[in-house]
C-alpha cells in the first residue's frame, strides 16, 4: 500500500502562482504520477501525469505552457507548479500513484492510489 499526502493549495488571484505537493509514504518503482483535479458538477479529469523513469509527461491542452509536473526521487513527491492562474482552474487537485510501464502511463491510467485531495481557488 502507499499512501499519498497532499499540500500547497489554497485561494488565490488570478494571475498568481501556486505549487502542490504530494508526498508518497514509500519509494514507486517504476512510478507513474499524476494530478486530477475535479471542479464542482464536473467529471474528474487529468491535468499532467509523469512516467518517472524516462521523464515522459503529458499535459492537458487547458494546462500547457501554464503548469509544470516534475519529482522528487529522493523525497518520494511529486509536483505541480501552477503558474498564471485562471478561474476555471479552481477545483479540488488530486494526486495519484502507480506502477506502470511506459505505454500504461498517461490520463487514463487506472491508479490504484489516491491522495485526499487539496483545494485550489482562482478568483477574478
Known amino acids: 500500500q502507499v499512501q499519498l499526502v497532499e499540500s500547497g493549495g489554497g485561494s488565490v488571484q488570478a494571475g498568481r502562482s501556486l505549487r502542490l505537493s504530494c508526498a508518497a509514504s514509500?519509494?514507486?518503482?517504476?512510478?507513474?504520477l499524476a494530478w486530477f483535479r475535479q471542479a464542482s458538477g464536473k467529471q474528474r479529469e487529468a491535468v499532467a501525469t509523469?512516467?518517472?523513469?524516462?521523464?515522459?509527461?503529458y499535459y492537458a491542452d487547458s494546462v500547457k505552457g501554464r503548469f509544470t509536473i516534475s519529482q522528487d526521487n529522493a523525497k518520494n513527491t511529486v509536483y505541480l507548479q501552477m503558474n498564471s492562474l485562471e478561474p476555471d482552474d479552481t477545483a479540488m487537485y488530486y494526486c495519484?500513484?502507480?506502477?506502470?510501464?511506459?505505454?500504461?502511463?498517461?490520463?487514463?491510467?487506472?491508479?490504484?492510489?489516491w491522495g485526499q485531495g487539496t483545494q485550489v481557488t482562482v478568483s477574478a
Open positions: 514509500r519509494y514507486i518503482f517504476d512510478a507513474c
Open positions: 509523469i512516467y518517472t523513469p524516462m521523464n515522459n509527461l
Open positions: 495519484a500513484a502507480d506502477t506502470t510501464t511506459w505505454r500504461q502511463c498517461g490520463p487514463r491510467t487506472a491508479f490504484r492510489y
